[in-house]
């Protein structure tokens, strides 16, 4: 965690950093959206290559709402493979934008600390997911369930919390075919919601699977990064 008060930048840390240390920050929050994420980047002139930042602004796919289904698009419009259903681009990006202005609205509530109006919008969200056809649904719902995981949490609804968690970490998987590094953090507040919920039974599982992705990413586990995710789960 950091935060900057005039000009001084202070950085809190979960284990002890000597004098003189090179200290490596994020600068955008996990559970922005794209669009928050988009701007900050382009505001402080950096790039990123995960495929949270690197969504295109067109649809890759679209589901039906109805029978839950992929739909196949042609010359502006969308057809359901499998309950013939029939909508137009309009349509969907109407219902899209929606999405991400909701979402951004949330995220807004959660970081001003308003979890109780930021949990009412997401159920609004829920709502939504289910009765409008939506474009790239993986990645709405993962930002989604993710964002439903943390307010869950903030308000103390334990089994919704842990619900979302699951859900968000297997969307992003899903998203992401697993290559992502995104999906580590998820993973580990997966796990810190099952210890603090009492739930410890998959905490070693889930665990194991975040730091092998971890080592995968970044290469072994002398960073800062990795001793954080050790000091969260109180290893």
């Not at 965690?1 to 200290?23: K, S």
């Not at 349509?91 to 109780?116: C, F, P």
């Not at 599982?205 to 001793?227: C, D, P």
Request: aromatic residues 8%; proline residues 3%; glycine residues 8%.
């Amino acid at each position: 965690h950091w935060y900057i008060v005039g000009t001084v930048m202070f950085v809190r840390t979960v284990v002890g950093v000597p004098a003189g240390t090179e200290l490596t920050i994020p600068y955008i929050d996990f559970w922005n959206s794209r669009e928050e994420r988009s701007r900050l980047l382009a505001e402080r002139d950096m790039r990123c290559a995960c495929s949270r930042c690197q969504a295109s602004d067109t649809f890759d796919n679209v589901r039906c709402h109805q029978c839950g289904n992929e739909m196949r698009g042609s010359e502006g419009a969308w057809y359901c493979n499998t309950c013939d259903r029939t909508t137009t681009n309009a349509q969907v990006e109407r219902a899209s934008a929606e999405l991400r202005e909701q979402l951004q609205t949330a995220d807004d509530l959660g970081r001003s600390g308003d979890s109780h109006s930021a949990y009412e919008i997401l159920q609004e969200v829920e709502r939504a997911l289910q009765h409008e056809d939506v474009g790239n649904p993986l990645a709405f719902q993962s930002h989604y369930f993710l964002r439903m995981a943390h307010v869950s949490a903030e308000v103390k609804d334990k089994p919704r919390a842990l619900q979302y968690m699951k859900m968000g970490v297997a969307c992003l998987m899903e998203h992401s075919q697993g290559r992502v590094a995104g999906v580590v953090p998820a993973l580990v507040r997966l796990a810190s919601l099952c210890a603090r919920f009492g739930q410890v039974g998959p905490v070693p599982q889930v665990t194991k699977q975040a730091m092998g992705l971890h080592k995968t990413f970044f290469g072994g586990g002398q960073s800062l990064f990795y001793e954080r995710f050790r000091a969260e789960l109180g290893l």
